[in-house]
């Protein structure tokens, strides 16, 4: 079975940095794309990066791009999200997901991934 498992979430004051980690197991395959999404309260859950690893391609939300960064330790089966320069607009439960089969490049559906962790908590706040 399939598990992804996010940690690294907390509290920081805007203008911090924090590094989310993804964890996968329960499978020898590959996924052919991860991609990371986050929730607000009250608000639908959105993209915000994703890696497709077949051609190595990193896409990023407008709101992200610059201050996040997505990569891989093929080694330990782990995935990373590093955000620098947090903005209280950032505050949200981020999602971690994950694709077997190839998918197209560009800015993938929610429902395009069939495996999701639990989510981590990440708070921008002074």
């Known amino acids: 079975q399939v598990q992804l498992v996010e940690s690294g979430g907390g509290l920081v004051q805007p203008g911090g940095s924090l590094r989310l980690s993804c964890a996968a197991s329960g499978t020898s395959s590959s996924f052919e794309a991860m991609a990371w999404y986050r929730q607000a309260p009250g608000k639908e859950r959105e993209f915000v990066a994703a890696l497709f690893l077949s051609g190595r391609v990193t896409n990023y939300d407008g709101s992200v791009k610059g201050r996040f960064t997505f990569s891989r330790d093929n080694a330990k089966r782990t995935v990373y999200l590093q955000m620098n320069s947090l903005k209280p607009e950032d505050k949200a439960v981020y999602y971690c997901?994950?694709?077997?089969?190839?998918?197209?490049?560009?800015?993938?559906?929610?429902?395009?991934?069939?495996?999701w962790g639990q989510g981590t908590q990440v708070t921008v706040s002074s």
């Open positions: 997901a994950a694709r077997k089969p190839p998918l197209r490049l560009g800015v993938p559906t929610q429902w395009e991934f069939d495996y």
